[in-house]
């Protein structure tokens, strides 16, 4: 089991950055393939971005590509999700998820350890 916490949320202006955190207890952080996640008011969780085990291979959102980069340090436990360019419509709270065994990374339901999320407010 992986608990997960996030950090690094705020109110930014537009075209501005924030460099989220997600920090995993245990001693099998690389076990987990980790993704990122972001609930709008009134909207579905959506993908954000992935990134394998060992941190290898990578996967973002169409809307998010070339703007957000995730990144991970199995050595700190932790996954990061730099954010640039930011836009009022990034605006949501953003949540981390771990699985052992991801079979659709950008499918919410495919993870099974969740934090609790963390409000990124973009101010136009």
């Known amino acids: 089991q992986v608990q997960l916490v996030e950090s690094g949320g705020g109110l930014v202006q537009a075209g501005g950055s924030l460099r989220l955190s997600c920090a995993a207890s245990?001693?099998?952080?690389?076990?987990?393939?980790m993704g990122w996640f972001r609930q709008a008011p009134g909207k579905e969780r959506a993908f954000v971005a992935a990134i394998s085990k060992s941190g290898s291979s990578t996967y973002y959102a169409d809307s998010v590509k070339g703007r957000f980069t995730i990144s991970r340090d199995n050595a700190k436990n932790t996954v990061y999700l730099q954010m640039s360019s930011l836009k009022p419509e990034d605006t949501a709270v953003y949540y981390c998820?771990?699985?052992?065994?991801?079979?659709?990374?950008?499918?919410?339901?495919?993870?099974?350890?969740w934090g609790q999320g963390t409000q990124v407010t973009v101010s136009s």
């Open positions: 998820a771990a699985d052992r065994s991801v079979s659709n990374v950008a499918a919410a339901g495919t993870y099974d350890y």
């Open positions: 245990g001693r099998t952080f690389s076990s987990y393939a």
